[in-house]
């Protein structure tokens, strides 16, 4: 099924996706690391706050950006 509109359930899979990282995904895939920290951060936000504040902590220590910049729609599609 579907995960949208159950964020306790998108908590858990980040925190899985995150794992699965490996010991070092700052060095390994930031960028990515990075994108997949912030949405399970906006997910703890809406389910424990006390957890999201300490989540929120660890991203700074680690110096990881609570938002992922988004490359703008017109670098999405390819000149005709």
């Given amino acids: 099924?579907?995960?949208v509109g159950e964020p306790q359930a998108l908590c858990e899979v980040y925190h899985l996706a995150m794992r699965?990282?490996?010991p070092k995904p700052l060095q390994d895939a930031p960028g990515e690391y990075a994108e997949l920290c912030a949405k399970r951060l906006?997910?703890?936000r809406l389910v424990?706050?006390?957890e999201a504040q300490v989540f929120a902590d660890?991203?700074?220590h680690h110096r990881i950006a609570e938002?992922?910049?988004q490359a703008p729609a017109s670098a999405a599609q390819?000149?005709?």
């Fill in 42 to 44: 906006s997910a703890l």
């Fill in 48 to 50: 424990d706050p006390e």
């Fill in 1 to 3: 099924g579907s995960l």
């Fill in 20 to 22: 699965a990282f490996g």
């Fill in 67 to 69: 938002a992922v910049p």
């Fill in 58 to 60: 660890f991203m700074a």
């Fill in 78 to 80: 390819p000149d005709p």
